[in-house]
């Protein structure tokens, strides 16, 4: 009991004990003990204290019942609806009394769930008795015997031998009704030389350490480690990435298949961590976890399916042999499909296709076999091998959670699974080639930082056995050669399991695992044993296609929200996004500004997002595409874009895209949607330009463009893009950005002020905002800038006047979104960021330098 207070509390220990009966309280205290005992020893939570989390424990045991199985070599739980009976045949173990209204904690959390199915060789665990014979109705009790008497002739529940160790085959110690954190490493102890445990605690080779944190990601079932080695069998491995469009259904399809191999699911969209993922419903970074299905661990990487965020994709694909093709069925083969599926067939994944939504009424047989073929065709066309064509078709509802090698849309409850995928899986994808003998190499793939373990580098083993305490070094493999990093000792060794991250002790080649203990090595360097000086081949990125320009903000208002204000602090954060994420480069630029490139405007306006929820001000400029010169040609970056609109939109539509020098390859009706007309073309990434007279003549092209996509198709249409090549520069673009309007006054805005200039055109500002020299505050309703001020107050006399009362009614300003002011701004604009306020304003605040810097000539 002394050990059981130290780590829970006396005072919690009451409150989870007093209301039980007599029997119902041994066996919660003779839970609590071993908990304890454990957990003082336990590396992933070590010492537990607080009666929160005790009380989280417990419910999550009550919601969930498991059943323990010692099997062949592991130790093996998984969820069961069976009711739990207790050591006797006929009582079953019930706290649901009165008095359990007066708890702190929700009812019944200690209940039946405390008698877990324990299983040995198949039978029940209540044929054993964990403490030895105890029987109070006939006052027998025998510490010797471990079967009940009215079986002791039964020969099936005779336990192998490999199972009982020599000294040890009189008493044979067993978890306790709880499940334990058990540790194969060290026996445990009594923290107090005044507490005796029931039994004697051993080692079992057999038995693998878990705890609270693999029990909340539960399995099936656990693969076969390999013989003699601690590591799993690499024949048993399937590291497998799942691809699409964005919204075909990536992320959902992991949310069930985490649900049907037993892992805890808390909510919707599990896998998406990020704050800006849950808030848009987007996927914006790759993400590794692994779950179990007969006796065969699947390594599942779950990838974005925006355009902008194609280097997470690119970079993922090393660590995968396989690739689960999600195709909407309604929908078909999109734009980021084709690149998605290019790179996995560039790096020869063994592809299975997955036609998604096929539980939608305008998705028939037909249409599925036609989507096959146009998925067919696309594989043709990107080069697939022979052995890559030969893929598999499986039709599913991720929505509804089922998967079916046959087209359906109604399964059998008993089909009404994701059987049919995970056995596709693990039929169709290879096990990776993996040398355990060969020395330790890894190349990283994945990178986060910890507050206490520091950098933790995910990737895929190459080669060896990895275990904590190893030493190991980065290399980077330069023009001039292989140069070491960093030598250290591995710290920390993690699996992301379901949706909780294990410690474990070792990993094996062809398994995707964390290290921590090394601070200098990144993504794309090689982890590998000290005795090698080979690096590992890097993934090849496609070129950025965009730049921006972050500097220090530099406005009369700065200073007022922000923490992190100066450009080195700036830069630091820049260049750790640029260690993270590959598809960005940060190169320095004049007086503390940087210049950043990447794949689009949405993956640099995830980052400006991310930098104002950090507290930092900045200054931003309009986004300018990176051009190519090839044999004395200029080349600008061409995107292939997916149109979806209402007929009444389509000459709308058409006639912007035609002024973005857009070219169409491709219209027709969208077949199951009546009055809905696709689009597809290809259409070059511009950004606007001035002329000598600082007016703009040049549209935004495809960059700003969705805004404006979105207003003419009020709100009805959709618009996917995705880089496809470099071409001839297409010339000048038409139309014509109107003009903005510029505030020449500081302070605070007034209703009386907006009141006259709401007739010059659209504003962006509303009464009580601050404002000062050079800030726009609206688009003008021509095409030249105007200066105006909006701070101008009413006069007041001492003379009242009831007839001079203006009742001022303003229309609702356009609040610029960061998204909207990314496509907005011109070359001469910045976009100012704080985390309270997304403003814009000249490059130049004082108007006589504009106008001076308007009669240069263009750049």
């Not at 829970?8 to 205290?29: H, W, Y």
């Not at 490999?162 to 954190?181: C, D, I, M």
């Not at 909340?216 to 656990?222: M, Q």
Request: one cysteine or more.
């Amino acid at each position: 009991f002394q050990a059981v207070h130290k780590v829970f509390g006396v005072s919690n220990v009451t409150k989870i004990v007093r209301n039980l009966g007599e029997e119902d309280r041994k066996i919660a205290v003779d839970s609590l003990v071993w908990e304890a005992l454990c957990r003082q020893k336990d590396p992933v939570l070590g010492p537990y204290g607080d009666y929160r989390r005790v009380c989280e424990e417990l419910r999550l045991y009550k919601n969930q019942f498991r059943q323990l199985s010692i099997t062949q070599g592991s130790l093996v739980y998984k969820p069961t609806q069976r009711m739990i009976t207790s050591w006797n045949d006929n009582r079953v173990v019930n706290t649901n009394n009165d008095n359990n209204n007066n708890n702190n904690f929700n009812d019944n959390i200690v209940d039946n769930s405390f008698m877990n199915n324990i299983h040995i060789n198949g039978n029940p665990v209540m044929d054993f008795y964990p403490f030895g014979y105890n029987d109070s109705a006939h006052n027998i009790q025998d510490s010797n015997k471990l079967v009940r008497p009215e079986r002791q002739n039964d020969s099936s529940l005779m336990l192998p031998q490999q199972y009982l160790p020599n000294a040890f085959n009189q008493q044979y110690f067993l978890t306790g009704p709880l499940l334990r954190s058990l540790l194969s490493s060290t026996s445990r102890k009594s923290c107090s030389n005044n507490f005796q445990p029931h039994g004697v605690s051993r080692a079992f080779d057999f038995i693998r350490p878990f705890s609270q944190a693999t029990a909340s990601a539960s399995v099936a079932s656990s693969p076969r480690e390999a013989a003699g080695s601690g590591v799993l069998d690499p024949s048993r491995l399937r590291n497998v990435a799942v691809i699409a469009h964005v919204d075909h259904g990536k992320t959902t399809l992991m949310d069930r298949l985490l649900r049907q191999c037993g892992a805890d699911v808390p909510h919707e969209r599990a896998m998406d961590s990020i704050t800006l993922e849950r808030e848009r419903g987007i996927t914006i970074a790759s993400k590794v976890t692994s779950i179990s299905w007969k006796e065969n661990e699947l390594n599942m990487v779950d990838t974005p399916g925006h355009a902008d965020f194609g280097g997470e994709v690119e970079r993922v694909v090393g660590m995968v042999e396989g690739a689960v093709l999600v195709v909407d069925a309604g929908e078909g083969p999109l734009a980021q499909t084709k690149f998605v599926l290019a790179k996995a067939l560039k790096y020869g994944l063994r592809p299975i296709l997955l036609l998604n939504k096929v539980d939608r009424p305008s998705v028939t047989e037909e249409r599925c076999d036609e989507v096959e073929s146009l998925v067919f065709d696309l594989f043709a066309n990107l080069g697939a091998t022979e052995t890559q064509l030969e893929f598999p078709v499986l039709y599913a509802s991720a929505k509804e959670g089922w998967a079916s090698s046959t087209y359906t849309k109604c399964p059998t409850d008993d089909s009404k699974n994701m059987s049919d995928l995970l056995d596709a899986i693990i039929t169709h994808v290879p096990p990776p080639c993996a040398n355990l003998d060969a020395p330790f190499q890894m190349l990283v793939s994945m990178m986060e930082r910890d507050n206490y373990v520091g950098r933790i580098l995910t990737g895929r083993i190459s080669s060896g056995i990895l275990h904590v305490g190893d030493k190991v070094h980065g290399l980077h493999k330069t023009d001039s050669g292989i140069s070491e990093i960093e030598e250290g000792k591995v710290v920390k060794l993690m699996k992301k399991k379901g949706t909780s991250l294990i410690s474990i002790d070792s990993a094996g080649a062809g398994d995707i695992v964390s290290m921590a203990g090394l601070n200098r090595p990144a993504i794309g360097h090689t982890i590998a044993d000290v005795e090698v000086m080979t690096a590992l081949p890097n993934v090849e990125l496609d070129p950025p296609t965009i730049s921006m320009t972050f500097g220090v903000n530099d406005s009369p208002l700065a200073g007022r929200d922000g923490t992190f204000l100066t450009g080195r602090q700036i830069g630091d954060r820049l260049k750790a996004e640029a260690e993270r994420n590959l598809a960005i480069n940060v190169l320095p630029g004049m007086s503390d500004s940087y210049e950043v490139q990447g794949r689009g405007e949405l993956q640099l306006g995830i980052l400006i997002e991310n930098m104002r929820r950090e507290k930092f001000e900045l200054s931003v400029s309009p986004p300018k595409v990176m051009y190519k010169m090839e044999n004395g040609q200029k080349l600008e970056p061409i995107e292939e874009v997916t149109i979806e609109v209402n007929e009444e939109h389509v000459g709308l539509v058409m006639e912007a895209l035609s002024h973005r020098r857009g070219e169409i390859t491709d219209m027709g009706p969208v077949r199951g949607h009546v009055g809905r007309t696709r689009i597809c073309l290809t259409c070059p990434s511009r950004h606007a330009l001035l002329d000598n007279s600082y007016r703009i003549f040049v549209c935004l092209g495809l960059v700003g463009y969705r805004t404006v996509f979105n207003s003419d198709t009020r709100g009805t249409g959709f618009m996917h893009r995705a880089f496809l090549t470099y071409e001839k520069h297409r010339g000048l673009l038409g139309n014509v950005r109107k003009g903005v309007l510029v505030s020449m006054g500081y302070g605070t805005i007034t209703a009386h002020a907006l009141m006259g200039l709401e007739a010059r055109g659209m504003l962006f500002v509303k009464p009580g905002m601050e404002t000062y020299d050079g800030m726009i505050i609206g688009e003008h309703s021509r095409d030249t800038d105007l200066d105006v001020n909006p701070v101008r107050a009413k006069e007041l006399t001492n003379i009242r006047a009831a007839s001079k009362d203006e009742n001022v009614k303003l229309t609702p300003p356009r609040l610029i979104t960061l998204e909207e002011a990314i496509g907005y701004v011109a070359s001469d604009e910045l976009i100012e960021v704080t985390p309270s306020a997304i403003r814009l304003r000249k490059k130049y605040l004082d108007v006589n330098k504009r106008k001076a810097m308007s009669k240069r000539p263009k750049e």
